[in-house]
């Protein structure tokens, strides 16, 4: 298969830094970013559902960080978020609408600093990716079998391959061809294990009679919380269709009925259990519906980290290892039966929660472990002071280099802000905003009028509202506060609060070109 590459000059930019860098020190950088990948379902953050041996050696190596934080847990704003180093309300990207493609953008000022520079895998962003020496891109959502990717001049289709193996063979091409006279920043960004969760044949069968232990919110009734989470429509019991269940049509539907079969939510599976054919109905049907969505969810999980094997294996043959910066993340959390949910929006732990691995074996102790508490914007600030590249006053993160090397600053921050505008949207999710603090959560559901408080410290799993409840009236004053400074402080005048804006990063694959 011809695989095309764009190549563009490198701008050089003098720049005026605190402490001199030169160009034979600067880190290469090797950011890897799944879709939907939960924390949880990593052992390094102490999975009870698979094995990540990958992930978990970036852990045991460098750095894991265990607060990290999506400030709009959804795939379009959180990949603006990091590239801008900016909230959703300042880049402008609130929901699924296109990136303005002429933004700053870290990829940018890193290619300007003299690091080649390069995209592959997963953009969702809608417009071209700008700042890259060379990118690959899946169109929207992409596929996992069969995919198209996009380069600036025209379109590659990988017939017969699996999207994990062919975005980790571009990542290693980018590598091996890469100018030895600079360094590299490679942003590697998976399709898996996000919806719906389609696994290649090799590891579908490592999963596909496992039993996966239920979490142990699965039943959770919802009492005492607000209206939003009763309405939303991302419950593993009813709201799972037979496409994500990989049932399989009747063999004369055809076009739009088949279609229209696969997008039902069922109510009744008839299937095999031990070797007989039953009909499965409430609550022994929820459990049979977990257990095939996880299946296929950690299935793709393992190919992603048998990804990272073949990455970190590449940097070790190439002599890269000790001066590479290797990061791995997702675009957000993600829920796994949670609370009886798939998917995430809300700011529950396991939708909020990214995981956040960094191996740089010339800069980061092997075992440091930290719980300071970061968030995807920091990213982009992080990967400049790497560079030794100034951090632009505009972007709202702090860089993380301290964190990962044992020093927290003074000063860090005890609380983040986070803001959800897609409503209404998928799932039926409701737009809310609010703060975490080291042992609170406050959420607000400002088209409800609706809030949620929680005791992280007592309830770790969020499952008793203490909103309005006596002997919280303190305590919901203070983070009130705290809330509302914080939304003035990140800027946030609710631009943007009351707009449905148009998606402009999903659809037929023709539309999708452009700059």
């Not at 520079?117 to 996992?144: A, C, N």
């Not at 299935?299 to 290797?326: C, F, I, P, W, Y």
């Amino acid at each position: 298969m011809r695989r095309m590459r764009v190549l563009a000059p490198a701008v050089l930019l003098t720049v005026s830094i605190a402490i001199p860098v030169h160009n034979a020190e600067r880190p290469n950088i090797l950011f890897i970013m799944s879709d939907d990948h939960a924390a949880h379902a990593i052992g390094a953050y102490g999975s009870h559902v698979n094995e990540t041996p990958n992930l978990d050696r970036l852990a045991r190596d460098g750095a894991i960080l265990t607060s990290v934080f999506a400030t709009n847990s959804i795939c379009t704003p959180s990949r603006a978020a990091i590239l801008t180093g900016q909230y959703s309300h300042i880049n402008g990207v609130t929901m699924f609408n296109r990136f303005d493609s002429s933004r700053m953008t870290v990829a940018r000022l890193l290619q300007r600093g003299g690091y080649y520079t390069g995209m592959i895998g997963k953009w969702h962003l809608g417009s071209d990716p700008v700042g890259f020496d060379r990118w690959e891109i899946l169109p929207g959502q992409g596929v996992y079998v069969d995919p198209i990717f996009y380069t600036a001049t025209g379109e590659n289709t990988y017939t017969g391959r699996y999207v994990t193996d062919v975005i980790t063979e571009l990542g290693i091409d980018f590598i091996r061809n890469r100018p030895r006279n600079k360094p590299f920043f490679l942003m590697l960004h998976h399709k898996a294990p996000h919806r719906p969760w389609e696994p290649d044949a090799a590891h579908r069968a490592r999963f596909m009679d496992r039993w996966i232990p239920e979490p142990e919110t699965f039943w959770d009734s919802y009492e005492t919380r607000t209206d939003a989470l009763h309405e939303n429509e991302q419950r593993v019991a009813k709201d799972l269709t037979r496409r994500d269940l990989k049932l399989e049509p009747p063999a004369d539907l055809q076009g739009a009925a088949r279609a229209a079969w696969l997008a039902t939510k069922p109510d009744t599976v008839t299937t095999a259990v031990d070797g007989k054919t039953v009909t499965l109905t409430g609550e022994a049907l929820a459990r049979w519906k977990y257990q095939r969505y996880m299946q296929d969810y950690l299935a793709t999980v393992q190919s992603v980290d048998d990804s990272v094997g073949r990455m970190l294996a590449l940097l070790g043959r190439e002599g890269l290892a000790k001066n590479t910066m290797v990061i791995y993340t997702s675009d957000q959390g993600f829920f796994l039966g949670d609370h009886g949910l798939f998917d995430k929006r809300f700011m529950y732990e396991e939708s909020l929660r990214m995981p956040f691995l960094m191996r740089w074996p010339a800069a980061i102790k092997p075992g440091t472990r930290s719980g300071a508490i970061a968030l995807n914007i920091d990213f982009a600030p992080t990967f400049l002071d790497a560079a030794g590249l100034p951090v632009p006053r505009d972007m709202q993160g702090r860089s993380l280099l301290p964190i990962v090397q044992g020093r927290t600053p003074a000063g860090w921050r005890t609380s983040m802000y986070y803001r959800y505008y897609h409503d209404p949207g998928d799932h039926n999710t409701r737009a809310h905003y609010g703060i975490r603090t080291r042992t609170h959560k406050l959420i607000y559901f400002w088209k409800k009028d609706q809030w949620e408080l929680f005791d992280l410290v007592s309830d770790p799993f969020e499952l008793h509202n203490l909103y309005g409840q006596p002997g919280q009236e303190q305590l919901t004053t203070t983070l009130k506060a705290e809330l509302f400074r914080l939304k003035e402080s990140v800027r946030d005048e609710d631009q943007l609060a009351n707009e449905q804006l148009p998606n402009g990063v999903d659809g037929p694959v023709a539309r999708l070109r452009g700059k």
